[in-house]
């Protein structure tokens, strides 16, 4: 993938985001866009080969809008300062849990897993971790998972963007959850209010001749958390 176009369009923009100037520079933001699908279809080929739930996807599938949603944001900036790509079997915008790419201009990140769950799912997922705790902490636990992705209540953000270099989980209560037990032992896991986990790549990540490897090997590492926490959801989608 050529991150180097990409993320030279995704600075210019940041710099001019008005669509006068996108306007001037509509074949830019054609050729960025085109470089990333060709990047994403070799990420759902790659993770395909051990995940066979998304080898239907295609780019189009799992590519977000590039233009923003401003009717309900103080901002008003036309243009997202990102490409971002979730790679989940049951699309972008079900609760089952899935793979996301994002390139940004120092902001690049791999993330997996389950992103705002509502209340009903979320004490569903809290019961049935301290139900298989042991297979739990297996999935969450492991060298490479901590590794990768940290601990819970161990990363920071400042409005969508992290300031950590990995995360599990983006949100979190400050107590623990209503009629679960104070005392419990890993109370971290129930304070959680998504289950997705993160890490930052470099600006060049994307261009190495291995970045596909690289990339499926953070994803191998996360999929367990995430195939424990579907097991969940798909009761209830």
């Not at 699908?37 to 051990?50: D, H, L, Q, R, Y």
Request: one cysteine or more; glycine letters at 6%; a neutral charge.
């Amino acid at each position: 993938m050529n991150t180097t176009l990409i993320l030279n369009f995704l600075k210019a923009v940041a710099a001019n985001n008005n669509r006068e100037w996108f306007h001037q520079h509509k074949d830019e933001y054609e050729a960025a866009k085109a470089e990333f699908e060709s990047g994403v279809a070799e990420a759902i080929s790659t993770i395909a080969k051990f995940d066979s739930t998304i080898a239907h996807l295609t780019p189009k599938d799992c590519c977000y809008r590039f233009y923003r949603d401003t009717r309900f944001s103080p901002d008003k900036s036309p243009y997202k300062r990102h490409f971002g790509a979730y790679i989940a079997a049951h699309g972008k915008k079900a609760l089952h849990g899935g793979y996301y790419i994002h390139l940004q201009p120092d902001h690049c990140m791999l993330a997996i897993g389950n992103y705002w769950l509502p209340t009903n799912i979320l004490t569903a997922m809290r019961n049935e971790i301290m139900g298989n705790i042991d297979e739990w902490r297996r999935c969450v636990e492991s060298k490479d998972f901590i590794k990768y992705f940290g601990r819970p209540q161990s990363s920071l953000w400042e409005g969508d963007i992290p300031t950590t270099e990995k995360g599990f989980g983006i949100a979190h209560l400050k107590k623990m959850p209503k009629d679960f037990p104070k005392d419990y032992e890993f109370p971290d896991y129930l304070k959680m209010k998504d289950y997705c986990a993160w890490t930052a790549v470099n600006n060049d990540f994307f261009s190495k001749d291995n970045w596909k490897e690289a990339m499926a090997r953070i994803f191998k590492t996360g999929k367990p958390m995430m195939d424990f926490a579907n097991s969940v959801i798909d009761d209830y989608e």
